[in-house]
């Protein structure tokens, strides 16, 4: 099955940006999708097809996604972008996810 | 505004069923399709797998075959997530997710707020 893989966790400095990683085999050949989860709420979409922003989205969120590596960015970040952050694809009729960073504004 | 909302936590012992509930609103609920998702305390998205509101079709996580059984209601609107044999590792909150059309196919657009099944003897 297809796997993808993400760093634990991720910091960044109020203000700076924050780069977060997604592994996998030739996965700038798929569609990859972000989602932002916060403690005990459900998650939320913040880019879809590597790099489009669903409306309401901060233009502060970009993707991108060639080779073997996709990357969320999150420019000037903020306290309330700290959270947990998913990639996923769509492989072999299933939707695979991540498993997830988490990512500390300090 | 679209809302997806789920039935509240159970606590079921080993062995047990659970049905979970999600009830759509705010949109063509025969449209879209649904998905669930669970995810154990302290860990990350498990997809479980998806349903056709349109004709009830099915796909699932070739881990749960066998177990799982996904429904929908058209009349209320509703989609329903069974798990037989529960196990202690089935401790979750299982979410309800609207998959999106057009553009943002193949993404989850619209979640549930999520249901706690504990299995526990």
């Known amino acids: 099955s297809y796997e993808l893989t993400q760093p634990l966790s991720v910091s960044v400095a109020l203000g700076q940006t924050a780069r977060i990683t997604c592994g996998g085999n030739n996965i700038g050949s798929k569609n990859v999708h972000w989602y932002q989860q916060k403690p005990g709420q459900a998650p939320v979409l913040v880019i879809y097809?590597?790099?489009n922003r669903p409306s309401g989205i901060p233009e502060r969120f970009s993707g991108s996604n060639s080779g073997n590596t996709a990357t969320l960015t999150i420019s000037r970040a903020q306290a309330g972008d700290e959270a947990d952050y998913y990639c996923?694809?769509?492989?072999?009729?299933?939707?695979?996810f991540g498993g997830g960073t988490k990512l500390t504004v300090l | 505004q679209v809302q997806l909302v789920q039935s509240g936590a159970e606590v079921k012992k080993p062995g047990a069923s659970v049905k979970v509930s999600c009830k759509a609103s705010g949109y063509t609920f025969t449209s879209y399709g649904i998905s669930w998702v669970r995810q154990a305390p302290g860990q990350g998205l498990e997809w479980m797998g998806w349903i056709s509101a349109y004709n009830g079709n099915t796909n699932y996580a070739q881990k749960l075959q066998g177990r799982v059984t996904m429904t929908t209601d058209t009349s209320t609107s509703t989609a329903y997530m069974e798990l037989r044999s529960l196990r202690s590792d089935d401790t979750a909150v299982y979410y309800c997710a609207r998959e999106g059309v057009g553009a943002t196919r193949g993404t989850f657009d619209y979640w549930g707020q999520g249901t706690l099944v504990t299995v526990s003897s």
């Open positions: 996923q694809v769509w492989d072999s009729s299933s939707w695979v």
């Open positions: 097809r590597d790099s």
